[in-house]
């Protein structure tokens, strides 16, 4: 069948991977990691996994017996009983040395990933056969996993536990034992499970995709704001046979009116900001710096960074798209001449005054002003 064909791949190549595989079908790639060394363990998991803010759970399996223990976790010794899987979601936005495990993935642009998952499971242990709606990249680290993967269809959802969705099974069409370094992708809708041989962690680059309902939520906000707000109206109307007849001149002006507000700019500004959207909350300074001070220390060679997971977009100016910076859902604008100083910025390296060749302007450390008083940049002490 040369539908599974190439499932396996030696050698990972971003344009074959985008054309063949992404959102297409499921693939391994061995050793797309090389040398891969765990940027946390178990024990950083546990530490995130007792705060509040923070979404984990540990999953266990005892003698068939499911169950699910929410974050935050208070009694681990409760908790981690027979077979157990520790799962914390957002690792990104809490620790900075996991960045590495997401930008070899910078092929697919920062506004369609969600967030780094990672788990710790024991031996035997797996969250059981289930269907994510969101592509994902498995990232094996430390210990070994069989994943098994199937093809999409009609399964029947079963809930061993009120909060564990499973499926009750899938004939595989990839069934392969990973080790550190390793990926398996899985596109959204393909059944997955992974079984745990030796203690492992997995690091989970997760997706997202707006369907229609989020799209008409950033509609429905632009229209809260009161821009691209229009009322219907019909003046001139041609008479009609009979008052109880709709007519498809009457439904097209309807769905024409909301195609308009569709192309407003205010509708492109309303995507981005959902677009940009991290759910990242902002932690202001205590002490809120001033431009001055910015300046002063940036010229006298200080250097800032993004805080962990803060992902900013560029819009280029082109095409009815604005030129500006968007960092979770905020809309800085700048000129063109600024381009590379944004561009510095967005690209979420250390930043300081060696960065690019013109100095930088007033709109550029204002912003990295705002940035740093909303707790979005950080000073950097590498
Ligand atoms: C896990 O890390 O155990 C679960 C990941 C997944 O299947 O989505
Ligand atoms: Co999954």
Same mark, same amino acid.
Request: glycine content about 8%; hydrophobic content about 40%.
């Given at each position: 069948? %040369? ?15 985008? /054309? ?30 007792? $705060? ?7 999953? /266990? ?76 990249? *498995? ?55 992974? $079984? ?50 709709? /007519? ?7 769905? *024409? ?24 909350? $902002? ?37 009815? *798209? ?24 967005? /690209? ?5 005054? %060696? ?11 204002? %912003?990295?002003?705002? *940035? ?11």
């Amino acid at each position: 069948m %040369t539908f599974m064909n190439n499932l396996y791949l030696e050698h990972f190549d971003r344009d074959t991977f985008l /054309s063949e595989y992404w959102q297409q079908k499921p693939v391994v790639i061995k050793r797309f990691f090389p040398n891969f060394v765990d940027p946390v363990d178990e024990n950083d998991l546990a530490g995130l996994a007792q $705060e509040a803010e923070v979404d984990s759970r540990i999953v /266990s399996n005892t003698n068939g017996q499911w169950d699910v223990a929410q974050g935050p976790i208070e009694d681990f010794d409760q908790a981690c009983k027979g077979q157990w899987t520790l799962l914390v979601q957002g690792v990104d936005k809490y620790i900075h040395d996991v960045t590495p495990i997401m930008t070899p993935f910078n092929f697919i642009p920062h506004w369609r990933l969600d967030d780094l998952m990672v788990s710790y499971a024991t031996q035997g242990a797996g969250v059981g056969p289930h269907i994510d709606q969101y592509d994902v990249f *498995l990232v094996q680290g430390k210990g070994k996993r069989r994943w098994r993967v199937g093809k999409p269809d009609n399964y029947a959802e079963i809930l061993p536990h009120p909060k564990l969705r499973q499926i009750e099974g899938f004939e595989p069409i990839i069934d392969v034992v990973v080790e550190p370094g390793d990926v398996v992708y899985v596109p959204p809708g393909w059944p997955h499970d992974g $079984e745990t041989i030796a203690d492992s962690l997995t690091y989970s680059v997760g997706y997202r995709a707006p369907d229609n309902l989020q799209l008409a939520e950033s509609l429905a906000m632009m229209l809260d704001r009161g821009e691209a707000q229009h009322r219907y109206s019909d003046p001139k109307r041609a008479p009609q046979r009979a008052p109880y007849l709709v /007519s498809q001149n009457d439904v097209t002006a309807l769905k *024409l009116q909301l195609i308009n507000a569709i192309n407003s700019d205010g509708f492109t500004h309303a995507l981005l900001e959902a677009m940009s959207e991290q759910g990242i909350p $902002e932690y202001p300074l205590d002490t809120e710096v001033t431009l001055q001070q910015v300046s002063n220390e940036f010229a006298a060679g200080i250097s800032f960074a993004p805080a962990p997971g803060v992902r900013a977009l560029i819009t280029e100016g082109k095409h009815g *798209l604005p030129r500006a910076m968007f960092v979770n859902g905020t809309q800085f604008n700048f000129a063109k001449t600024d381009s590379e100083w944004f561009e510095a910025l967005a /690209s979420g390296n250390v930043l300081n005054a %060696t960065c690019c060749q013109d100095a930088p302007s007033f709109t550029f450390l204002e %912003t990295l002003t705002t *940035l740093l008083n909303n707790g979005y940049w950080e000073w950097y002490e590498g």
